[in-house]
């Protein structure tokens, strides 16, 4: 994702963006969101569900237990 910063792609497809280190969830956040501001068409992320929720790229519509 570094390396594609100033440049935008067709499609972007964002992968393993789950972090199992609590501690780089800040720098992930920050990766993903340089890397869905590239796609210009389409952008296809595969996360798990709360990651997304917390990504604010999906909304919760479960209620909380």
Do not use: C, Q, W
Request: aromatic share 8%; hydrophobic share 45%; no cysteine.
């Amino acid at each position: 994702v570094r390396k594609y910063k100033g440049l935008e792609n067709k499609y972007v497809i964002l992968v393993e963006i789950d972090a199992a280190d609590s501690s780089k969830h800040d720098e992930n956040e920050k990766l993903v969101y340089v890397g869905a501001s590239r796609a210009v068409s389409a952008l296809s992320i595969f996360a798990k569900r709360e990651t997304l929720v917390r990504l604010g790229f999906l909304m919760d519509s479960e209620p909380a237990a």
